[in-house]
Every structure is written in structure tokens, then in C-alpha cells.
């Protein structure tokens, strides 16, 4: 008899996932705007602060009920440019930090306010082995004539497996 996936199972990686680096921006002093849960502004947008999207959990049954997922997560980091070269890779420095968190396991536990999200670990996300890199810093730079606003995005892969 094949054991199903766990309905909960997105849900509780997203926020996983959204707990870890809301751990790191504020370590920062950053505000992490998550996308799909916190609303923006045109001024959030101008300001520093670290946005995080995740796409998955992609599921496959590797073998009877045992499943692998793949996950990944993007990191947005806005910096408003200040007139003075004291602090020219301070984004990059953000960048290297956000970086550097990625290469951690990532615990996932059952959060929630459900009766099944009793906050117990299931798992934990770890670095996808592949040929490709699994996490990559992407400079963008100023990313207008107008605003003195550079952009830096951080991006990585993950897998975990669960037995059913």
C-alpha cells in the first residue's frame, strides 16, 4: 500500500523557510518582505530590505513512500546607495551573509496554527547535490538612472527526503 504525501507538506516548508531567513534579516536589521504573505508599498520598495520567494516543494516518490523534494529560494536584497565610497560592497556584504545562511540546513517544522502543526521537525533542507551550482549570488547594480537603489539576489536549490 503506497503512503501519500502530506497535504501540509508546502505549507510547512514556505514557512520553514520564511522563519530561518527572517532569522538572518534581522540579525541585520533588515525587514524580510515575504512574497504572497506581506503586503508592499511604493516606499518598502525604495528603502533597504531583503525580499524572499519560494518556488515548491517539487515532490517525487523516489520509491514506496519515500519522497523527495526539491525547493528553491530566491533572496532580493534592495539597498538604497549612500554618496560615499566608505561602504561600497555593503550590499555585497549583505549579499555574503544571505549567501552564506543558504549553505545551512534549513529545519522544517510543522508550523501553524492547524491542530496538526504541533511545531515537531520533519525534516531539514539541505544543499541539492548537482553539477549546477546550488547557491549563487547575482549582482544587479543600480538598477535605474533615477534611483540610487542596487539590487543583489541570492538564489539557491534544495532537496530533503521524507519517509511516509
Known amino acids: ?5 502530506n497535504e501540509n507538506l508546502a505549507r510547512w516548508v514556505f514557512a520553514s523557510i520564511a522563519v530561518y531567513f527572517e532569522t538572518v534579516a ?6 524580510l518582505l515575504v512574497e504572497g504573505i506581506d503586503e508592499r508599498s511604493p ?44 561602504d561600497a560592497y555593503g550590499i555585497m556584504r549583505l549579499g555574503g551573509k544571505f549567501e552564506q ?16 502543526d504541533d511545531g ?6 539541505t544543499i541539492r547535490k548537482s553539477k549546477a551550482e546550488s547557491v549563487k549570488l ?11 537603489i542596487r539590487q543583489v539576489m541570492m538564489d539557491s536549490r534544495y532537496e530533503m527526503y521524507l519517509e511516509g
Open 1 to 5: 500500500m503506497a503512503t501519500t504525501l
Open 26 to 31: 534581522d540579525g541585520l536589521s533588515l525587514p
Open 43 to 86: 516606499d518598502d520598495m525604495r528603502e533597504n530590505h531583503a525580499e524572499l520567494r519560494v518556488n515548491g516543494p517539487f515532490v517525487k516518490e523516489v520509491s514506496n513512500g519515500c519522497w523527495r523534494t526539491w525547493t528553491d529560494v530566491n533572496i532580493m536584497l534592495t539597498v538604497r546607495m549612500e554618496m560615499s565610497r566608505e
Open 101 to 116: 545562511a543558504m549553505t545551512e540546513r534549513i529545519p522544517v517544522h510543522k508550523h501553524g496554527s492547524d491542530p496538526v
Open 120 to 125: 515537531s521537525l520533519i525534516g531539514c533542507l
Open 138 to 148: 547575482i549582482h544587479f547594480g543600480q538598477i535605474s538612472r533615477e534611483d540610487r
